[in-house]
């Protein structure tokens, strides 16, 4: 329990429920809530609703706002008026960079997002620069945006993120298909943004190393939720949703 | 998404369904040309089409209610184009004659579409000696499809993601860019597919 | 622009049938002989993206929206001859996957949008691209040729209505080419920017997939389908067209069968007068492509940044 003051969470979902045009549910009443500064972890089996539930937190789902006020921002529901301010809070990024690279130079792409908040010349020149900066690609900005390795392209679509200064990064299965080192790199890049965090990810490592809490999704419920080491290390919890213990778990010594 | 996309309908069990393709080919035919022949003395014929389409509506256990969407769906064309016909002598005659033979053909060929399965389809072009390589490409065509709607959907909610206001997502710009990534993208696909082909013994 | 059945008469509809017929087995039989086997594919994918681009929402002021017909865009990427097979697909597939476009009328929309729209679209491009250089030429080039190949299709439709007795000539011509005028304004602007995303993410893909097996041979159908594009541009806004119609309907046998369903509505074309209204028709045609061609310049410049300014950005 909170003394004081109750903070506002960064994001709130309330009963939220969707299901596709052709009428199967993909999420059936899922609620948890994220505080500002934290960093949890979306886990599950193919199939959960993870990608999904990851589409309703900055209004991309559903297609027609239908105003029903299931997922909260910073306190404020994600209705039709506010759609493209949640988009500025709330920075998605996809599980596919090719799917989010729109400009042919990585420079161009990085300041999309600056540019449509009303930056312009040296302003955004400097900011596109921080952001490829902290991203690791400093210097990268006349590159062309499709010529870059897989994990290169994540970074130049995170960069452009950070650039828009989003108080909220949502992220799809950030690690899959890196290399080890592209997977170092990145996870250690997370954890050095001090953003709040959600991320839906079969990497339960990564989990493990970056989130303090951990919402476990099933067939579209949340059939757990609470902190990571604990959940995680329930291997009946986690083979009963087509998980399994992570490495890092099954040698720790019981008086760690 | 200006198609009904859900060809799940030829997939269904019924007696329609199990007509060999080209006798519903054959019939489907018949109607239309019967249609297009028709003039306003004919009106019997229109009645005896429509009773005849309504039987086979039911026998193809085909939703009604997704039939009349479909015809509901094309009417506005027809209407606006039958329009055209008023300003003729005779035109009011000629106006719903042309509405009922195009909204009676247009249910003959969704019945024959939503009772045949493509692969029949080809099958039916192949032995009316449709050129091989149009053949295989609209194998391909087809088989592709529902590959592509996806990645042109995911193409969308990412650009939508990251527009900030009502121009940049109605901007026609980034638009044809998705378009343009769609096009790299399938050529980029296509020499998977080939290479894939080749693997499993394709010959052109 | 997929016609239904319904409004076709059955002679136009064969007609119209034939004359693809044979086109799209000429562009196969040129394929087979000019195409590598690893593009076959990239047909396929060509025509799924076409599909797929034609469900693409371009808004437009007040809820509509504008869509790509692509055969001039095909043509651009992929040659002439592919683009009239492409489209042809995502025809045939549209009529017999998806009920969109009438079976019977299926010859007639093929003509219109995968033959005049896939040949016209490609010889006026590789026309006016002799002029220009470079990405710049080539949008500059599409986009003119992708307006001129809208308003013949749309032309080419409103002619086949006409000579069914579906709607009188001296209306469904002049509404037909007038609107699409105005939607191959969109196509233009559409076809430029698709081209102007992949050429300069991927140059390499704007081209044609038939191998130059010499010069020569190449040019003389070439030249014929540009001799043929400017003839069919002009003959609809032409004010000799009744004659050519009434001939047609003639040699068809087509006016009994007008007094047999509504009276006669070709008969209009007797009366004097009419010629003024499509003769004005047939200067706007004319006005409004060479204005497009001043457009489609504009387009370029605006599209793809000179040498100079691309160095410097």
Known sequence: MRAGVAAVNAVEVRDLAFAYSDGTPALRGVSFAVAEGECVGIVGPNGAGKSTLLLHLNGVLPEAPDGSGAVHVFGAPITKENLYEVRRTVGLLFQDPDDQLLCPTVGEDVAFGPRQLGLGGPELGARVAAALARVGLAGFEARSAHHLSRGEKRRVCLAGLLACESRVLVLDEPTSELDPRGRRELKSLLASIPATKLIATHDLEMVVELCSRVVVLDRGQVVAAGETVALLGDEALMLAHGLERPHVLRHRHPHD | ?204 | MHIPDGFLSLQTAAAAAAVSAVTVGVCVRRLRRTLQPRQVPLLGLTATFVFVAQMLNFPVAGGTSGHLLGATLVAVLLGPAAAVLVITTVLVVQCLVFADGGLLALGANVLNMAVIGGLAGGGLHLLVRRFGSGLRGTVTAAAFASWCSVVLAATACAIQLALSGAAPARLVLPAMAGVHAVIGLGEAVITALVLVSIGTTRPELVGGVETPTSRRPALAPRGLLVVLALVALAVPFGSSLPDGLQWVVGQLGLEHRAVVTAGAPLADYLVPGLDSSLLATALAGLAGAGLMLGVSCLLGRLLVPGKRARAEG
């Open chain 2, 1 to 204: 998404m200006r198609h009904g996309f859900l060809d799940r309908h030829s997939r269904l069990q019924s007696p329609i369904h199990a007509l060999p393709a080209w006798s519903k080919a054959l019939a489907t035919l018949a109607v239309v040309v019967s249609m297009a022949v028709a003039s306003p003395s004919w009106w019997p014929v229109l009645v005896v089409a429509a009773v005849l389409l309504a039987a086979v509506t039911w026998q193809s256990r085909i939703p009604a209610g997704f039939l009349l969407r479909r015809l509901l769906l094309v009417e506005p064309v027809v209407v606006i184009v039958a329009t055209l016909a008023l300003w003729q002598p005779g035109g009011r005659t000629l106006f719903a004659m042309l509405v009922a033979r195009s909204t009676l053909s247009l249910a003959a060929l969704i019945l024959f579409v939503n009772t045949t399965r493509f692969s029949e389809v080809l099958d039916l072009l192949r032995r009316c000696r449709v050129p091989s390589l149009l053949l295989t490409v609209l194998a391909l065509m087809y088989r592709c499809v529902f590959v592509l709607v996806d990645e042109a959907e995911r193409l969308q909610r990412a650009r939508v993601s990251r527009s900030f206001s009502p121009s940049a997502a109605r901007s026609w710009r980034w638009v044809a860019f998705q378009a343009g990534q769609l096009f790299v993208r399938s050529s980029e696909r296509a020499e998977r597919i080939y290479a894939a082909m080749c693997a499993r013994g394709w010959r052109p």
